[in-house]
């Protein structure tokens, strides 16, 4: 089949999948919860856009040096959940903060014992001269500094001077081990209430999530029923060992508040990211410069393509895939020798595995039904700031 032949059903998938790449969630990011001290603050629900770009993330593939991991509490003791849900929120519920700026408020978890504290982005992307509220447990609050930002993951990074005494960071899990089933623990500051715990299940892994004025989707993202509303974005979602394994950010409501389907961004993307934010203030993430969308085998059949799989083609003449030799449209199959089933699969492999720079070899299926490997060295994609929204990369 010719290459006009494929350009075509790209753009009919695209289409079909509202310029989507993968199974994109369109979540309703929850920004802040209305602030009782904010002047006259709104809370702002808005709809979450589709993107066709693929993301990935860089920087150090290990925990920020002065964070921690936290010593898992011993299986089997407590012995019933409620028991161990108490021992989780004991242990962590005093890291968790209340961050508050002019628009409303949000939660942060406290990550070093130097004031480093991880938020949403969005939570923070307000504040009057970077600065925030930032209150803990037992009336104790300082001001925090913004001192890191990083909108393609929804992260950032808040420092304050001082710390109430006693207080321990938040230990890292590792959200490469968690699976569908595996119970969660949310704590945060839903609608104001300071430090509400809520638990569920984690429901599914590897989702995507699209957020308002982002052309590019964050990957890896954990989807759980544990009730997240307004107010619990940049709290911490938990494992039954008290671990941090994601960052609460958005949820799919109706309503605008919990209907049983939350998102959190994944702690070893939240791990990579974090660093630099602390170091300079900002995060560069690779770009393959690709349009894609999921071909089924039924599509495939249909329109004549070799087998399933996502169909990708540059995005521009100069795009690092394109430099490295892709004319058109083809079928990837792998990445490094890692299967590719989805468009979601491309965006978690990139943001959790490689950095610009790095050379990642793609396994692409021809029109004859051979495969081939194209070697593309990753580029730096354009900040969020650089880009409008809906803009193909």
């Known amino acids: 089949m010719g290459n006009v032949r494929l ?96 628009q409303g408020l949000g939660s942060g978890f406290l990550i070093d014992d130097d004031g480093h504290i991880t938020t949403n982005n969005h939570v923070v992307e307000g504040a009057s001269n970077g600065q925030v509220l930032v209150s803990f447990s037992n009336l104790f609050q300082a001001i925090g500094t913004v001192v890191g930002r990083d909108p393609s993951s929804d992260t950032a990074v808040v420092h304050v001077e001082q710390l109430p005494d006693g207080v321990q960071p938040v230990g890292f899990g590792d959200s490469s081990q968690i699976g569908v089933g595996d119970l969660v623990i949310a704590i945060g500051n839903p609608l104001g209430q300071e430090r509400t715990v809520t638990s569920g299940i984690i429901s599914a892994v590897g989702r ?24 619990n974005s940049g709290g911490p979602l938990l494992n039954d060992q008290g671990q941090v394994i994601g960052m609460n950010t958005a949820i799919l409501s109706p309503s605008g508040t919990s209907s049983g389907i939350g998102f959190a961004v994944p702690v070893n993307l939240i791990r990579r990211v974090i660093p630099e934010l602390i170091a300079s203030g900002s995060y560069a993430h690779p770009y393959l410069g ?85 070697r593309v060295q990753l580029g730096a994609r354009p900040s969020v700031e650089d880009r409008a929204p809906r803009q193909v990369p």
């Open 7 to 102: 350009f075509a059903l790209l753009a009919l998938v695209l289409a079909l999948a509202g310029c989507s790449a993968g199974r994109t969630t369109q979540a309703t990011r929850e920004p802040t919860a209305p602030s009782p001290v904010a002047v006259a603050p709104t809370l702002e629900v808005r709809p979450v856009g589709a993107s066709t770009a693929e993301g990935g993330t860089t920087g150090a593939s290990s925990a920020p040096s002065p964070a921690r991991d936290s010593a898992p509490i011993p299986a089997g003791s407590p012995a019933s959940q409620a028991q161990l849900i108490a021992a989780v929120f004991a242990r962590v519920a005093p890291a968790v903060v209340l961050i508050q700026t002019e």
């Open 208 to 231: 995507t999530i699209a957020e308002p004025g982002n052309p590019f989707e964050i990957g890896g993202a954990i989807q759980t029923d544990a009730a997240i509303n307004p107010g």
């Open 290 to 374: 690709i349009q894609m969308a999921d071909v089924t085998n039924l599509a495939a059949e249909r329109e004549g393509l070799p087998g399933a799989g996502v169909l990708i083609q540059p995005s521009s003449s100069d795009s690092p895939v394109a430099s490295a030799g892709l004319g058109g449209p083809a079928i990837l199959k792998a990445i490094d020798g890692t299967a590719i089933t989805s468009s979601a699969d491309v965006i978690s492999y990139l943001e959790l595995n490689r950095k610009p720079g790095d050379t990642v070899a793609l396994t692409l299926l021809g029109n004859n039904g051979e495969q081939s490997e194209l």
